[in-house]
């Protein structure tokens, strides 16, 4: 099982980051989805999930109107479109990915988003 995310960076508050999360070594389609981040210390919040079947999306009230979770299960992709960044959105964004069958969870590597002036 390997996740990998990429598309972090520096922005500006209001600027616009899409992560994306490249998944490979299990079968994508029935597994929840999820973003995480983990702020400089702070514990890991869940931030968005899609799960599976069905796609049911849920959001972190701190997130919720300005990011979108997304993914595509032919590109064994998930993806997480930031809108109106703001400064206390800059951590380490984590993907993980949950079996349906076993409860298994893996995770990726995470990818900075600093979000300043």
């Known amino acids: 099982v390997q996740l990998v995310e990429s598309g972090g960076g520096l922005v500006q508050p209001g600027g616009s980051l899409r992560l994306s999360c490249a998944a490979s070594?299990?079968?994508?389609?029935?597994?929840?989805m999820k973003w995480h981040r983990q702020a400089p210390g702070k514990e890991r919040e869940l931030v968005a999930t899609s799960t599976s079947p069905g796609g049911r999306i849920t959001y972190a009230d701190s997130v919720k109107g300005r990011f979108t979770i997304s993914r595509d299960n032919t590109k064994k992709m998930l993806y997480l479109q930031m809108d109106s960044l703001k400064p206390e959105d800059t951590a380490v964004y984590y993907c993980s990915a949950t079996s349906t069958l076993t409860g298994n969870v893996y995770w990726g590597q995470g990818t900075q988003v600093t979000v300043s002036s």
């Open positions: 070594g299990f079968t994508f389609s029935i597994y929840h």
